[in-house]
C-alpha cells in the first residue's frame, strides 16, 4: 500500500518540483576547500589501518570494538572535537573474545580447511577430533526429524549442508561500478514496522534456539556450517542470535567453505569416514551487557543555531572472519575523515555537528535505535524535545564504493535540494537523487522517528559479492580512493546542512520505516 | 634462431599443406559412438573424485600419490586394461607426508590466517609462538644484506613481504574461453635445451640452498612467503626444490595471503610487535626416494601393428594446497576416461594404447622425461629400438577447460591430418591446430626424443588466474562438462591413431625442445 501511494506521489511531485523550487545557497568555495584538503592531505589510509589492521575485528561489545572506540574517541579529541565519549544505548548483550582457533580433516588424510568460528560459540574444551555426520540444510528446522537422528549425534561433528553448489568458473566480474542506466533506476525497499521485523527475529530465534538445545542435548560437539557464496576463498561467518545475557551456551559453530564443505559430504556419501579435528576457545562474559555508540562533536558557532543538529555515522562493529573493512569501518573512515577535514580546516558551522559510530548494527540495528530512543522518541511514539533539533542525519553503510548520489528516502521537497548540493559533484561521479526507499542499516532508526535520515548510493564494487561479513572484509579490500571521495562529499553535505538558513524539510511520521530485509 | 627458422617454413609450408594433402580417412562412426558412450554414461564425475577428494594432495611420492596411483592401476585393471602398473623412472627424492598444521595470528590479537605450509616443509617440534619479523622480498637473495640481519631472525618467523599487492577489486572475470581471435593467434613457446633449463634451476636452487642454510643458522622458527596472487582467498603454495635425498633439512616453510601478509607489515611498520602461533608436524621419509609413473595398456588388435604404440597421458602428481583438481588430475581424469571408453566400447585398435600417468612432472617434468629415457632415447642422443614404434604422445595439462584444437608443435605435416580428425568435432568447439610450441608439460619429454608429442588448446577457465598450485584447485573448481569433451576428442584421436596406416609424420630431433617457462 505504502509504496504503491508513495510512487504516485512521486510521479506527481517529479512535475512540481522540475518546475519550480527554491534556489539553495551553495557554498561551493567551501566545497572546493574541502576537496583540495582531502586531495592533498588524506587521513583516510591511517584511520583504515587504525580501524582494521589495529582494532581488528569489532564484533559488538567485544575487545576489538573497545580498542576501536577507544582509538576513534582519543583520536577526535586530539582533532579537536569536543564531548567525544562511549555512550551506552541500552541492553545488548554478551562480550565475545576469540583466543584460539584450529581446524583441519584428519582422516581420510590431513588438510588444512578453510573455516571460521561463528561470532559467540562457545569453546570446544580443547582439541576434539572426532568423525563428521550429515544433516541436510532442508531439515536444519525440522524439529522431528532431528529428534530421530539425535542419537547419531552423540560425539560427532554436525555438517549442515545444503544443495550441491555449482562454482560455475567465474566468468563474471564480483565487482562492478553503477552504469548510468543502473543510477537513473535505483531500485525501492519495502518498508514495514520495526515491530514486525522484531517479531520475525523473535519467532525466527527462537526456532533457533529450540534447535540449537536439541542438538546440544544430542551430545555432538560442534555444528558446521557453509552457505552458497562460500566458495572461491570467501567464507561468509555471522551468528544468529546468541549474544543476549540470559541466552543458554549453545555448541559451538563454526563455517566452513563450500569447497570443503562438498567435499567431505562426497567422502561420506561415497562410505569414506571423515574426522576432524577441532578447537575453538573463546571467553563468553556478562561483565557488562549494555551496549555502546562512540559519539564526539564540532561545536556549532551561530548562538541561534548552535543547540541544532546535523548528524552523520556510520557502524563501528562488524562480524569476526576479517576485520570488517567495507562492512563498516568505511563508513566510519569516511565519517571521521570528514569531520577530521571541517575541523582541520577551521571552517566554523552554525548548527552543531555530531558525529555517532554506532554499535549492534548487525544484529538488528540496536545502536543507532537505541541511541534514537533515548533522545528522540520512545516506542510509543512520543517525541523528546530534542527531535525537533535534528536536522538531518547522514549514514554510509554499503561498502567501500564511492558515492553516487543519494537515496532520498520518499522525502519529496528534499529531491531538489540534493540536487543542487550535489551539482558541484558531478565530476566526481556523484549526480543522482533517488527519492526510492533503501533499507538495512542505521538512518532507518532515524526516520523513524521522523528525522531525515540518508543512505548515500555508492558503487557496489565487491561489496554484496564477496567483501561484506566475509573473510575477505579486510584493509586490503578498501578502495581508498573512493573512500576519499566520500569524505569530501560527506563533509561538503554536512556543512551545507549546518549552514542552511532553515532545518531540512521533513516527511510526515509513519510507522512503516524499516525494511525487511538482512541487515 | 629456431624460431625464426620453423616460422618461415611455416610460412612455405602454408600454402603448399592448403592446396594438397593427402585424405585421411577418418573413422566418424566410432567418432560418434564414442561421443555418444560418453554423453550418455560418462564416468568423469566418479574418476574425479577418486583422484581429488579420496587420494588428496598427490605430491610427488607422498601417500596421496600412492593412494591415487594405487587406485588408478586396480580401476584400470577392473575395466580390462592390461600391464597396469607403476614403473619407477629414476630418482626424485624424499616423501612428505603432512600431519598437523595450525596457524593464527596471537598478538596484537587473535586472528586466522589464511596460510598452507609448502611441500618438504620439516616440522615445527611442537606450537612455535614468536614475533614476526620482515624481510624484503627484494632482498631474499642478497646473502650480505642477510648476514647483517641474522642477530635480528634469533628465534623469530621471518616474513619475507614484496611490493604492496592493490588488490583492485574484482572488475574483470578471472575465467575465460578462447575467442576465436585468440584461437587465431596462439602464441608461440620459446624452446631451449633441456641441459640449459638444468642449469638454470641448479644455479637458482644453490642459490636459495644458500640463503635457506643461511637463515636457518640464524635461529629463526619459520620463513613466511606470499606473492603477488595470494589475494581474494586463492593462495598459491610450491616449493623450490628441498626434496632430493641428500638435501639439508631447512627452516619450515609456508605460503600467506597477500591480505595477511600486508596487515602484518603494516602492523610492524606502525609500530606494533606481531606474534604468530604456528604448528607444522610433517615427515620427510627416505625410504623410497625413486620416483613412478602409472602405466596401462590396451593391447594392439593387428599382428603386424600391435607391436607399435599411441600413448597418451597426464600428471598424476600435484601440490599440496588443495587436491590438484585441475592440475593435473583433470588431465589423467580425462586419459583414464578416454582408455576406459575405448575399452568398454570394444573398439578394437590396431596399435596397442598406453596411458601413462606421471609423477614428479611439478619438481621439472622428471616423471615423462626419465621414462622417455629409460624407453625411448638416451640423454647422449642414442635413440632405443621402442622409439620408432610410437606414432604419438598425447598430453592434457592445461587446467580443466574443454579441447578448443591442438598444438602441432612445429611438426608441418601433422597439422592437416589433425584438421581431418578435428573437423567432426566443430560442434563441440575443437577446430584449430596451431603450428606453434607450447611448453611446460610432459609432451616436450616425446618431442626431445623425436617423438611427436602434442598437448591440446584448452579453455583457460580461471587456471592461470586462481586454481592451479593453489588452495583453490579442489574437485568443485573442475569444469565436467568440459572434461567430457574432451575424453571423446582424446578418445577418437587416440583411436584414430591406433588404426592409421602409418605413424605418424615426425620432425628432425632438434635440441631446443624445452620450454624455459615454469612447469
Same mark, same amino acid.
Given at each position: 500500500m505504502k509504496k504503491l501511494s508513495i510512487k504516485l506521489l512521486l510521479v506527481a511531485c517529479f512535475f512540481t518540483v522540475t518546475t519550480a523550487h527554491a534556489q539553495e545557497s551553495v557554498d561551493t568555495a567551501t566545497f572546493n576547500k574541502i576537496r583540495k584538503a582531502e586531495l592533498s592531505n588524506s587521513h583516510i589510509e591511517q584511520i583504515a589501518h587504525y580501524l582494521t589492521?589495529? @582494532? =581488528?575485528p569489532r564484533l559488538t561489545n567485544s575487545p576489538g570494538y573497545q580498542r576501536a572506540a577507544t582509538w576513534a574517541i582519543e583520536t577526535m579529541k586530539k582533532w579537536g572535537l569536543v564531548n567525544a565519549k562511549m555512550e551506552p544505548w541500552g541492553e545488548f548483550g554478551k562480550q565475545w573474545d576469540l583466543q584460539d582457533f584450529s581446524i583441519s580433516m584428519k582422516l581420510p588424510y590431513m588438510q588444512p580447511i578453510m573455516a571460521y568460528p561463528n561470532p559467540w560459540s562457545p569453546s570446544t574444551n580443547g582439541l576434539q577430533q572426532a568423525q563428521v555426520v550429515l544433516l541436510p540444510g532442508g531439515k536444519m528446522m525440522d524439529t522431528v526429524y532431528i529428534k530421530q537422528h539425535l542419537a547419531d549425534y552423540k560425539g560427532k561433528f554436525i555438517l549442515v549442508h545444503g544443495s550441491k553448489i555449482n562454482t560455475s568458473g567465474n566468468f563474471k566480474p564480483s565487482a562492478e561500478r553503477l552504469t548510468d542506466s543502473a543510477l537513473a533506476h535505483t531500485s525501492d525497499t519495502y518498508m514495514v514496522e520495526r515491530k514486525m521485523i522484531e517479531m520475525y527475529l523473535g519467532t525466527y530465534v527462537k526456532l533457533i534456539a529450540r534447535v540449537d538445545a536439541l542438538l546440544k542435548n544430542s551430545g555432538a560437539i560442534a555444528v558446521i556450517s557453509t552457505g552458497p557464496q562460500n566458495i572461491n576463498g570467501t567464507v561468509f561467518v555471522q551468528a +544468529? =542470535? =546468541?549474544?543476549? @545475557?540470559?541466552?543458554p551456551e549453545n555448541l559451538p559453530t563454526l563455517n566452513i567453505s563450500v569447497e570443503d564443505g562438498q567435499k567431505i559430504k562426497r567422502l561420506i556419501d561415497g562410505g569414506q569416514p571423515v574426522e576432524l579435528a577441532l578447537n575453538i576457545k573463546a571467553t563468553l562474559s556478562t561483565a557488562d551487557t549494555k551496549g555502546y555508540n562512540v559519539v564526539a562533536e564540532i561545536p556549532g558557532t551561530d548562538p541561534k543555531l548552535k543547540a541544532q543538529l546535523v548528524m552523520l555515522g556510520g557502524h563501528l562493529d562488524s562480524w569476526t572472519a576479517a576485520t570488517g573493512a567495507t562492512d563498516n569501518a568505511a563508513g566510519c573512515i569516511v565519517m571521521m575523515e570528514a569531520v577530521r577535514l571541517l575541523d582541520s580546516l577551521g571552517i566554523k558551522p552554525k548548527r552543531t555537528i555530531r558525529i555517532a559510530l554506532w554499535g549492534g548494527e548487525e544484529q538488528g540495528l540496536y545502536g543507532s535505535y537505541g541511541y534514537v530512543k533515548n533522545h528522540f522518541m520512545d516506542t510509543d511514539g512520543k517525541l523528546k524535545s530534542e527531535q525537533s533539533k535534528v536536522s538531518a542525519y547522514f549514514n554510509l553503510d554499503n561498502g567501500t564504493g564511492k558515492i553516487r548520489g543519494i537515496y @532520498?528516502? =520518499? +522525502? &519529496? @521537497? &528534499?529531491k531538489p535540494i540534493f540536487e543542487q548540493w550535489l551539482a558541484p559533484f558531478k565530476d566526481l561521479g556523484a549526480n543522482t537523487v533517488s527519492l526510492k526507499n533503501t533499507g538495512s542499516t542505521d538512518h532507518l532508526s532515524f526516520d523513524w522517528a521522523g528525522i531525515p535520515g540518508f543512505q548515500f548510493i555508492q558503487d557496489p564494487i565487491d561489496y554484496e559479492t564477496r567483501t561484506h561479513h566475509s573473510n575477505m572484509d579486510s584493509y586490503d579490500h578498501l578502495q581508498l580512493a573512493d573512500l576519499k571521495q566520500a569524505a569530501i562529499i560527506v563533509a561538503s553535505f554536512v556543512y551545507q546542512a549546518s549552514i542552511k538558513p532553515d532545518l531540512l524539510p521533513r516527511k510526515a511520521i509513519v510507522k512503516e520505516t524499516f525494511a525487511f530485509e538482512g541487515f
Open positions: 589492521d589495529v @582494532a =581488528g +544468529n =542470535g =546468541g549474544f543476549k @545475557a540470559t541466552d @532520498a528516502q =520518499g +522525502n &519529496i @521537497a &528534499i
